[in-house]
């Protein structure tokens, strides 16, 4: 779990750490036990002033390695990318590496490992991992993403959300939020109609030198996963009526193209901006309505919803100088698909529940340890010093 901590701005406090990473054992009833506080050797975001408790406006900030020996971690505050190897007692730190501006989420397949920079027209640049935990860069691997974005600090309004390799490795799919569309917000003017990016990867672990794009009716296209038959599911945290939020399935073409399954299913929550699932069932985080919403997956990719509330991140009683809530952030379910774990920057902790056979969800409970944000989610200092927790890997 990455804390996205910043300790560069003028006001921060002598003791305010650097970016870090929160270790937890998991016990066989999914309950977690905190291991320890990691340095990443770089700086997170901090707070944004926009969303306080999502100072990276990001999915897969942090990710763990297909055969679960190494993790990523972006530091969106020092544009860089850290390695640590995984160990039973903790973590060890081997690489540190410089990317783009901004980046604020990873992919890894095999040996390669790419990263998303979310600044200025945004990018994706590659790396290879050798055995030691340490990555070279993929010369001549970096694709430009026509993002429209600020230079140097993105609004996570409109952001590029996530990248991640398809699980057969062949395509690279990025997404961009662009958020709504003009009118529906005072002052906001989206940045583009919500963008789905798929790139071809060659032989030589390159992207294709142009993307296939597809877009979505300024739906906000955020995080995503794949399901068991490497259909993209998207997280539209504008997409549903009124600007409530939805998910979309879609069949992944050879050439790249999208074919809908079942484009936008709503769940009537606020800022559906997550989605995860175990194959059978998808679950997202809805950052201001505080819940999980759960979805069936049947054979051919489609989506049917289970329950607009089928979890509450904002059931245990938290400081009453919060008034923001739990602000659910980042979901992952642990690889055997029982157990379920979310973010909580705005209590500074992690949300478990027991994934049950109907796809109903128990509590575990929310685990501390974290770094908690600022107070409504508004911060004094655009990027500024604090933590803004954001990225989870499961094991």
């Not at 509330?309 to 739990?326: E, F, I, T």
């Amino acid at each position: 779990m990455g804390t996205n901590h910043n300790n560069t701005h003028p006001n921060a406090p002598p003791d305010e750490p650097a970016n870090q990473v929160v270790m937890y054992n998991r016990a066989d009833d999914g309950k977690l036990t905190l291991v320890g506080t990691f340095d990443t050797g770089g700086q997170g975001s901090g707070p944004a002033v926009r969303f306080a408790g999502d100072g990276l406006g990001s999915a897969h900030s942090v990710q763990i390695s297909d055969n679960r020996r190494w993790l990523f971690v972006t530091n969106a505050g020092s544009n860089n990318v850290s390695v640590f190897r995984v160990k039973k007692d903790g973590l060890e730190r081997t690489d540190v590496e410089p990317t783009g501006i901004f980046p604020n989420s990873v992919t890894q397949y095999g040996n390669l490992v790419y990263v998303l920079n979310s600044a200025g027209e945004g990018s994706i640049t590659g790396y290879v991992l050798n055995k030691h935990g340490n990555l070279t860069p993929i010369p001549g691997s970096t694709r430009t993403l026509n993002a429209n974005q600020d230079s140097v600090r993105p609004d996570v309004l409109f952001n590029p959300a996530e990248v991640s390799f398809t699980p057969d490795g062949r395509h690279l799919v990025v997404t961009i939020k662009d958020g709504p569309f003009a009118g529906a917000l005072p002052n906001v003017i989206p940045t583009g109609p919500s963008r789905v990016l798929v790139f071809g990867v060659g032989y030589d672990g390159k992207p294709s030198e142009n993307f296939t794009q597809t877009d979505l009716n300024n739906g906000g296209s955020f995080g995503f996963s794949f399901d068991r038959y490497g259909n993209l599911l998207v997280s539209l945290f504008v997409g549903g009526p009124e600007l409530t939020g939805s998910v979309g399935s879609f069949r992944i073409n050879q050439d790249g193209t999208l074919t809908p399954i079942t484009p936008n299913v709503p769940n009537g929550q606020i800022d559906t901006c997550w989605v995860e699932n175990n194959g059978r069932y998808a679950y997202t985080a809805n950052y201001t309505s505080g819940t999980i919403s759960s979805y069936r997956i049947s054979k051919d990719g489609s989506l049917r919803l289970l329950a607009s509330v089928a979890g509450l991140a904002d059931d245990l009683p938290g400081p009453p100088d919060k008034s923001q809530g739990a602000t659910p952030l980042d979901l992952r379910i642990s690889k055997n698909g029982r157990f379920l774990y979310n973010v909580l920057p705005g209590s500074g902790a992690i949300a478990g529940w027991r994934i049950n056979r109907d796809g109903s969800l128990t509590k575990l409970g929310e685990f501390g340890g974290l770094p908690d944000t600022v107070d409504g989610d508004m911060a004094p200092f655009e990027f500024g010093f604090g933590g803004s927790p954001a990225g989870i890997a499961v094991d």
